[in-house]
């Protein structure tokens, strides 16, 4: 039963984690259509930025878990994109603890939070849209936070219209974190000074976990 239990789950995660590729593919395509008759060159480049995410997603299909840098560095392929084609009117920076970088996370669970954050940030944030996400490890707990200037856009409200078509969103994030790291994670949203944070934490990783995930 406890074997059965686990490859349920297993199936599970990896179900939620392929809904979200589609939604991913469909955004960056509609974002090289809109560049191609304006600039070939950086339409290329988006190509090749798209390409290196699908390799990501090809190379890490076998995994649940995957280093953090390792997510890091897929995010920095969308937001090359998102930068050629929106240019000034988006910065991106990053803080990211180098012990952090080798923590287990399960792969594509950060993606929806940042496209998300560029999506609403440039309906509802003055220009340049400025996105903030640092991560850090404190006593096996480790903290992640995207923040994006602009306001938060109720929940029910943001799930449908951002999601309506695929049936994934900030939904999926809260039902992989509780399916992978029961009564051990921390997932909150909320407004302030003019920012919208999502904060992520998971506490006390097993040692296997992190042995696997590296």
Known sequence: MEKANSLAQDAQLQMLRYQLNPHFLFNSMNSIRALIDEDETKAREMITELSEFLRYSLDSKDYSNVP???????????????????????????????????????????????????????????????????????????????????????????EKQMYASTGTGLDNVRRRLENAFPYRHRF???????????????????GEEHEKAV
Request: glycine share 6%; with cysteine.
């Open 188 to 206: 909150e949203v909320f407004e302030k000074e003019g920012k919208v944070h999502v904060q992520l934490e998971i506490r006390g990783y097993a």
């Open 68 to 158: 953090l840098k390792n997510e890091i560095e897929a995010i920095q392929h969308y937001f090359a994109i998102q930068k050629k084609r929106y240019e000034d009117k988006l910065e991106v920076t990053y803080d990211i603890n180098p012990q952090a970088g080798d923590y287990p996370v399960l792969s594509f669970l950060i993606h929806p939070l940042v496209e998300n954050a560029v999506k609403y940030g440039m309906r509802t944030s003055p220009m340049p849209l400025t996105i903030h996400l640092k991560a850090k490890t404190s006593e096996g707990v480790l903290t992640i936070e995207v923040c994006n200037t602009g306001k938060w856009v109720e929940s029910a409200q943001q």
